[in-house]
Nanobody, 122 residues
Framework: QVYLVESGGGLVQAGGSLRLSCAAS????????MGWYRQASGKQRELVAT???????NYADSVKGRFIISRDNAKNTVSLQMNSLEAEDTAVYYC????????????????WGKGTLVTVSS
């Protein structure tokens, strides 16, 4: 079984920074896509940023130039550096790891974390 644990959320003033991290536990062989999504109150979950195993990056237009996603394949972790935070960034942030192959199975599975709350005060 694979579990994702997020950390780094909290309360920050507008213009500040936060760094989110997500670690996957379990006997993992490889992970294709790692990413962050968010869901604000009353809204649908949306993509924030993703990074593939070949370090191909994708960002939502609303965070381009402010957020940076990175991954550490040796540690099975993905991080999101969030700078110049705005009140509109307030949401629960979810980590996702897609195309996960474990040591016990060659099937590709999709996993989500439970989410971490980011609150930006204006």
């Amino acid at each position: 079984q694979v579990y994702l644990v997020e950390s780094g959320g909290g309360l920050v003033q507008a213009g500040g920074s936060l760094r989110l991290s997500c670690a996957a536990s379990g006997a993992i062989r490889s992970i294709n896509l790692m990413g962050w999504y968010r869901q604000a109150s009353g809204k649908q979950r949306e993509l924030v940023a993703t990074i593939t195993g070949r370090n191909e990056l994708n960002y939502a237009d609303s965070v381009k130039g402010r957020f940076i996603i990175s991954r550490d394949n040796a540690k099975n972790t993905v991080s999101l550096q969030m700078n110049s935070l705005e009140a509109e960034d307030t949401a629960v942030y979810y980590c996702r790891m897609n195309g996960v192959i474990t040591m016990s199975s060659y099937s590709r599975n999709d996993y989500w974390g439970k989410g971490t709350l980011v609150t930006v005060s204006s």
